[in-house]
Each structure stands twice: as C-alpha cells, then as structure tokens.
C-alpha cells in the first residue's frame, strides 16, 4: 500500500517567548518516529510566523499532496495564519503545546490559539489535540487518523470495474458511490469474451497452482478459466463487482463462488451479485485495517449471536480449519469453497449513498450452513453494545442492503473517523420487533 503523507507546519508569533525555545523541533521529530511506525511519510515545514508565510506554506502542502495534515500550535496565533490551512481540503490535526511553565510572563498561549482557531467559521471536522510530545499518546490519536486517511483516499480515488451490473431483481445494489470513486461499467459479453481467450498455456500454470480447482476435473478447468477471465478484466482497477449469476452457470455449468475464493486468496476483491458498494466497502475496509474482507449475509439470530453466511467465495485466511469445495448448495453444481469463519475480533462496514454503518464484534469459531458461516457475538454499534437481537433491528430499521463487509481485526474507530472526515452520516436505525426460538 503506498505511504500516506503527513505535512507537518509548525505556527507561531514572534512576540511570545515561546516561539525562540526550539519547542517545535521535539514535536516535528516524534511526529516523524511514530508516523514513519504508522506508515507515513511526513513531511515538515518551516515554521509559520505570518500570512504570507502561511499563504505559501499552504500552497506547498497542496502541490505535496499531503493526505494529513498536522498545524503544531507552539504558540498563540490568529485566524489569518490558520484560515490558508483550513481552507485545504486535506484532513486536519491541530496539536497545541501545554505552557513551558507557569507564573510570570506568559511564554506561548497556545491553548488559546487552538480555541481560536476552532471557533472560525466553517471549521468542521477538525481533529485538535493539547499535551505535550508524548510518543504513546500521540500514536494513539494518529493511529486511527491515518487509518482514516487510507480509507479516504479509496472512497475518493478507487477504481471500480462493474462486470454486468447488479444480480436480477437486487436493485440495491445499483447504487453508485458519490464520493468521487471511478466506475467503469462493463457488460457481461466481455466477461464470456475474455474466458473464451484465456490461453492454454496460463491455464495449465494457474491449474497448477489451484490445486483445489484442479481436482474438479473439467469443472475446475472451467472455474479456472472464470477465474483467470476475471484476472485479466480486473488489471487496472482495484476490485470489480461481478454479476455472478445467473448467466454464467447457466452458460458455463458451473458456480463461479469458487473462482472468486482463489483470486481472494491472491489478494483480488471480486464482490459476487453485482454489489458495486458492497466492493467500495470491502476496499476501504480493508484500507483502515480490516483484513481480507468479505461479503455476507445475516441468516439467522439466536441469542448467543447473529449467523453470517455466503455462498462459498472466502479467502483461506478466514478458515478456522481446513475447507473443502462442495457442490452449489441449490443449482447442485461446482462449486462453492465450504468452510467455518475463524474465530477472533472483526468489524463490520456497510457503505450506502445516505451514509454508512460499522461495528466491531467476534467470531466464536462455529459455523453452520453450506459455504462461510460463522456466529457474531459481543457487537458493538456506536460505542453501544447490542445484543444480537437488538443488532438485527438496528440493521433492518437503518434500511441497510443485505450484504455487509467483514474485515479480520478491529478497526472501528478508524471507520468512526474516515466518517467524519467524508463527511458521511453514521446510520443508526430504528429498531423493530424480532424474537424467535434458540436452537442448538
């Protein structure tokens, strides 16, 4: 992934003591330690003392293209130095330093120059920070922002590929992103056209390699050519979005869940039914942290947690153990990898044109039905935590589509961020009436 890019510009006025004691440099060096950690080039600046200092300081930090950036307030300061920064749209942080000591003449004031600075008109969705260079506070404030940041840069800049449009009669999943992402709509003919292209050299080396694929016989040769066709129609964007079915089983004889596991298995993030904003985010998800996501269905509830299911396209990565490529569990032909979610933290993450939705919760390791299965148990939503129940009224009252994305790790509070810093709203839901029997 490439590095985010941190600026870091330190302000100040001449006339406070403050602005001669060197304070800046002790901020600008643990800013380089923790974000190049983090995975950040930063970037520092010389300091802002004027106007037009900061009208060609801001001007730098644009042409840089700078993903964050960070104002060190080492002393007080007006609107005039902070109005060139806040006008970028370059997400934010605003560090102002505690006083050098107290009693006497006032050495910085820069708590009042953050209170200033976030009071001018227009500033939203400013990250602000006061304390001292402190190494493990610092990176947990900029940890997630910089997770944020990544996520952002998918959301405004990924590069979609939309093979065939939405499956029949989901129409929510024609909902197109309005956040800036490219989306290239392609028919599903050029699907048909590049599996018939594939060459029988690439296919022997990639059958291989798939060796799960292989032992199908000709289905697997047939899932392999799926999955190399796809390969292919995907170089250049950043994931696709794949009508699945129902006309390649039809035509080909086969269910392509298995050739989408093998390109997940690589790394590639093929969305099944069309589900363009289910791939956005997939992408972002993965972007803050959450690694190798995947898309599922919520099929059950029962107070021990909420049932996750798909038809068989998880990477190996998710296996609690083992896996095995059975049969569709419906059309009866191959095939869908079979195998029980692992278990440990995850988190959740739904993208709608209104908004989105993310929680954290865990796996605990049980499965249940044909393809990828796992129970989702201590959810959190919203810093609230909701009983599985309570979870599936949320979902359905915030009239959320039918699949979310399911990230390994915990990466919410980056979600929560990468939120604000879109300028997304966090869909809450009303909750209506479930219950239902348990079973074991």
């Known amino acids: 992934m490439e590095l985010a890019r941190m600026a870091f510009v330190p302000v100040m006025r001449p006339l406070f003591r403050g602005a001669r004691m060197g304070l800046e440099e002790g901020m600008g060096a643990l800013l380089a330690e923790v974000g190049g950690e983090l995975g950040a080039k930063v970037i520092s600046l010389e300091p802002v003392r004027t106007a037009e200092e900061a009208e060609v300081a801001a001007r730098r930090v644009a042409g840089e293209g700078a993903d ?18 806040l006008d970028l749209p370059t997400p934010k942080v605003l560090w102002a330093l505690p006083e050098a000591w107290t009693g006497g003449p006032l050495p910085q004031n820069a708590l009042c120059g953050l209170n200033l600075a976030l009071s001018l008109p227009g500033v939203r969705g400013v990250r602000w920070l ?54 290239d709509e392609v028919g599903l003919e050029a699907f048909f056209a590049a599996y018939e292209a594939v060459e029988e050299k690439a296919l022997a080396e990639a059958l291989a390699s798939w060796r799960e694929l292989a032992g199908l016989g000709e289905a697997g040769v047939r899932l392999a050519r799926v999955a190399l066709a796809l390969k292919a129609l995907a170089e250049g964007y950043d994931g696709v979005a794949f009508r699945d079915w129902p006309e390649v089983p039809d035509r080909l004889g086969v269910f392509p869940s298995a050739a989408l596991a093998v390109l997940g298995d690589e790394g590639l993030l093929v969305a099944p039914e069309g589900d363009l904003m289910g791939l956005l985010s997939q992408l972002v998800l993965r972007a803050v942290g959450g690694r190798d996501p995947i898309l599922l269905d919520i099929v059950a509830v029962d107070d021990r947690g909420v049932l996750l299911w798909h038809g068989g396209e998880a990477p190996r990565s998710w296996a609690s153990e083992g896996g095995a490529l059975l049969p569709h569990f419906n059309r009866g032909v191959p095939a869908v990898r079979h195998l029980v979610l692992r278990e440990g ?27 990828a299965s796992g129970w989702l148990r201590d959810i959190v939503w919203s810093d609230e935590p909701l009983a599985p129940r309570a979870f599936l009224g949320r979902w359905l009252g915030a009239g959320m589509p039918h699949h979310l994305a399911l990230g390994q790790g915990e990466c919410v509070e980056a979600l929560r961020e990468l939120g604000r810093l879109a300028g997304l709203e966090a869909l809450q839901g009303e909750e209506g009436g479930v219950w239902g029997a348990s079973w074991e």
């Open 130 to 183: 006061y304390g001292p260079p402190d190494r493990v506070r610092l990176r947990e404030v900029l940890a997630p922002v910089l997770a944020a940041v990544r996520g952002l840069r998918v959301l405004r800049e990924a590069r979609l590929l939309w093979l065939g449009g939405p499956a029949p009669g989901f129409e929510r999943f024609g909902e197109r992103p309005l956040t800036g992402p490219r989306v």
């Open 345 to 371: 933290p995850v988190t959740g993450l739904r993208l709608t044109g209104r908004g989105f939705v993310c929680f954290g919760g865990r796996l605990d390791g049980r499965g249940a039905y044909i393809g």
């Open 68 to 85: 964050l950036l960070v104002l060190g307030l080492v002393t007080f300061a007006t609107g005039d130095l902070f109005r060139p920064f």
